[in-house]
């Protein structure tokens, strides 16, 4: 093993990424191997030999983006029905009826009503008003492994 790289934080990240990586290329041609496994089951004590080779790691830099902002629906709807006033009743009977049609919307439909109706346009001012307000989120610099491949060259349960 290089000792230049033994314990240093590009190490554990290497292995992390390059972990991940080689995984997922895994998972495309094996699928998911918890649909494969049985429920249920404990295993203890695996010690798993494995070679870990990567041709690649690129450390980004820190930095930030913008917070995201959900607007509460149900509050939302609550609110607009207490300020109906004599006209609540109808209200309610108008917005189930919506609910139930909206239900049977597929998205793109759904999209095109939003965006009709002046909706859509309205919850992204609203959105980018709140979110103008808030801090930004900070980001820990991103890390990728290329050309990761995973090998395991060993299996065994550990004495106990």
Known sequence: MDTALSDTPELHLAIEAGIKDALAKVAKTAGDARERCEPDQTLKGLVINMTLEI???TVGHDGD???TASIPLLPTLALL???MGVTRDAALDAIKGAMEEALTLDKGAASKLL???GVAEAEALIKEKVIATLPRTPV???VKAKGAK???TGVATRAE
């Open 55 to 57: 041709d690649q790691l």
């Open 140 to 142: 820990k610099k991103s």
């Open 115 to 117: 965006e009709e109706v």
């Open 81 to 83: 029905v207490k300020r």
């Open 150 to 152: 995973l090998s395991v």
């Open 65 to 67: 983006k913008a917070p």
